[in-house]
């Protein structure tokens, strides 16, 4: 028998999961929009645009070829072509490893600095709207977020994040959420996708 599609709008009508599988759908295709009219200003890629936001925000031990490529899910191949036009662009310089003469980091210039600052701008059309919502329920989407993320994860569609649920400091106890290394439990809107402690847990 052949599934129904989650696309097929008479089918969603009646299942909520392709409801929301749809919603989510439509909500990647804004992020492109907005990533797009951001990108097409400064004659590079919406890649490009996430790759000059991470290296303005990250540590230095993140900003890594193998890091950006985990964090985006792409290959290295890939990531290193994104580079190498924003790096011609004068936004990114390379920084050898003192310890290892094959390994680098990756840097933005001052002018990369000032195009970073501009088109992480992207987002904020999508921060306004969540920001409208009341505490609550941003901290219930939140949680159902991160299980979601996880989910994917766990089925080896996206490569894990550095988020709490995939941390070894944290642990569900019932409803609750508690981080080990804090020795805390955590309320939702605590929660973070991206923790600068995470740690993979132990094999």
């Known amino acids: ?26 909500l990647s295709e804004a992020f492109r929009v907005l990533l797009w009219q951001e990108a097409k200003q400064y004659g590079i890629s919406p890649i490009q645009v996430q790759i000059l936001t991470y290296l303005l925000h990250y540590p230095e031990k993140l ?11 792409m290959t290295k191949a890939t990531i290193s072509d994104a580079i190498k036009t924003i790096e011609s662009k004068g936004f990114v310089r390379r920084k050898d490893d003192k310890e290892d003469s094959r390994s680098h980091t990756l ?8 195009v970073a600052r501009r088109v992480e701008r992207f987002a904020e059309p999508m921060q306004e709207s969540v920001q409208d919502m009341p505490a ?3 901290a219930g989407m939140l949680e159902q977020l991160l299980g979601l993320i996880q989910d994917l994860n766990k089925n080896l569609i996206i490569t894990p994040q550095r988020m ?13 959420h508690y981080c080990h290394l804090v020795n805390a439990i955590l309320k939702a809107a605590e929660l973070r996708v991206e923790c600068p402690e995470f740690r993979k847990p132990a094999i």
């Open 63 to 73: 900003k890594t070829v193998t890091h950006l490529a985990a964090h985006f899910n």
């Open 164 to 176: 709490c649920y995939n941390c070894r400091f944290y642990e569900k106890k019932g409803k609750l």
């Open 107 to 114: 840097h933005l210039t001052r002018e990369g600095k000032t």
């Open 136 to 138: 609550e329920k941003q």
């Open 1 to 26: 028998m052949r599934k129904e599609s989650t696309f097929n709008p008479e089918h969603q009508a009646t299942n909520t999961a392709s409801k929301v599988v749809a919603a989510l759908e439509r």
